[in-house]
């Protein structure tokens, strides 16, 4: 994502390096030949990454990665950087198989800005799961029913339907762009993360957390890798499976006082542990450290 690069332009806080630095998600759209030219044109190469360069097999893009030699190219550019910024200190450790010099800079959000915003009080479902179609295997770990709408559908995506296949009659929201995504999440109570225990999901950041406490809602998430760690487990409510999903959004639909609970302690949290304005500190001090 480029958005914590437009919030350092918009807020005036742009790095003054020493030298030209060359920022890149992933991998620079022009490649490894992009990558090299920038270096031998004097700039020094930093790439982001928030999860996994090599796909499993369930993921609905692993052919068209492995056809395209995607993940190959994004070690490549992992070996070549100068830098490299993990979200995660989980992820972190599996980039420095390929380049020693990595920083970890969590993912961060603006709060209260824009689509960052406390949710619409426009009354819905208790719970909403908002994501993609990459999730169907996660999504069958998912109690579904009436008190749940499933959000960012694409009506007429191949994947999507075989989702709906096995969910049943479900609540929809539709898919909406990125500068209004966040929309997805207005007007309920809690949101929902089922996440299978995969080597690919450990990579994964906590960002659907951030989001969630980023629009006021309490948050349910599986007791696995990124969101079942020390800094987070006080504010989030874990399930170990679909019956342990049950329970918990059970509890949380019985008591208004541990949903107002939940839902104050996770806007606080992520406010004060995940604020953009702290992740381009750190974005900064990394462009201004080359020389």
């Known amino acids: 994502s480029v958005a914590p690069y437009q919030q350092m332009e918009q807020s005036g806080k742009i790095a003054n390096p020493k030298v030209p630095v060359f920022w890149a998600n992933r991998m620079p759209t022009g490649g490894l030949q992009e990558l090299f030219a920038k270096k031998r044109a004097g700039y020094k190469v930093v790439i982001d990454i928030d999860d996994h360069w090599n796909l499993e097999p369930g993921h609905y893009l692993f052919y068209r990665f492995k056809m395209a030699g995607v993940s190959q190219t994004i070690i490549e550019c992992l070996k070549a950087a100068d830098a490299v910024i993990a979200s995660t200190s989980f992820l972190a450790s599996q980039v420095r198989e390929y380049n020693r010099n990595v920083v970890v800079v969590p993912n961060a959000i603006d709060y ?21 179609s990459s999730h169907r295997e996660d999504l069958q770990q998912l109690p579904v029913d ?24 479900v609540r929809l929201k539709n898919s909406k762009p990125l500068a209004s995504y966040m929309e997805l ?17 450990k ?6 957390m951030l989001e969630a406490g980023s629009k006021g809602l309490a948050f349910i998430a599986s007791k696995v890798r990124p969101y079942f760690n020390e800094v987070d487990c006080d504010h989030v409510m874990y ?22 609970d939940y839902q104050q302690s996770l806007a606080e949290h992520v406010r004060l542990n995940y ?17």
Do not use: Y
């Open 112 to 132: 209260d800005k824009g689509q960052f915003k406390k949710t619409q009080s426009k009354p819905d479902t208790f719970f909403v799961w908002a994501g993609g």
């Open 146 to 169: 009436q008190n749940v709408t499933i959000a960012g559908f694409k009506p007429n995506d191949a994947e999507w339907n075989k989702i709906l296949s096995s969910l049943g009659s």
């Open 185 to 201: 999440l207005d007007g309920h109570q809690c949101a929902l993360a089922p996440l299978t225990d995969s080597a690919f999901n």
């Open 203 to 208: 990579c994964k950041s906590n960002l659907k």
């Open 239 to 260: 399930a170990d499976s679909k019956d342990d999903f049950r329970r918990q959004m059970k509890k949380l639909m019985g008591s208004a006082s541990m949903l107002e």
């Open 275 to 291: 604020h953009l304005k702290d992740a381009n500190e750190l974005r900064r001090q990394l462009f201004e450290s080359f020389s």
